[in-house]
Nanobody, 125 residues
Framework: QVQLVESGGGLVQAGGSLRLSCVAS????????MGWFRQAPGKEREFVAA????????TYADSEKGRFTISRDNAKNTVYLQMNSLKPEDTAVYYC??????????????????WGQGTQVTVSS
């Protein structure tokens, strides 16, 4: 069983920055690809960014390229999402997901076996 706990969300003005963290329990973190997804009210969960198990490969949704950076520290069982130049349309609950024991990332939420409880990000205009 893997438990994921996100933190770092909050209220920020447009153009500001936030850094989200997701700490994982268990022994499989370093062998698991991780992803960040978000869900706004009334909308489906959408892909934001993902990173391979060793951190060598990452991918982003088109709207996040150049603004968001995903990274991980396998020694700390933690994955991060640095969000810069935030826009009101980035407002959502952000979730991290784990592909338990699977090294390569996916942009599909159904490929992730474990999820955190989410952290709210609100960007004011």
């Amino acid at each position: 069983q893997v438990q994921l706990v996100e933190s770092g969300g909050g209220l920020v003005q447009a153009g500001g920055s936030l850094r989200l963290s997701c700490v994982a329990s268990g022994r499989t973190f370093s062998r698991s690809a991780m992803g960040w997804f978000r869900q706004a009210p009334g909308k489906e969960r959408e892909f934001v960014a993902a990173i391979s198990a060793n951190g060598a490969f990452a991918t982003y949704a088109d709207s996040e390229k150049g603004r968001f950076t995903i990274s991980r520290d396998n020694a700390k069982n933690t994955v991060y999402l640095q969000m810069n130049s935030l826009k009101p349309e980035d407002t959502a609950v952000y979730y991290c997901g784990a592909r338990n024991g699977l090294a390569y990332y996916s942009i599909a939420s159904y490929d992730y076996q474990y999820w955190g409880q989410g952290t709210q990000v609100t960007v004011s205009s």
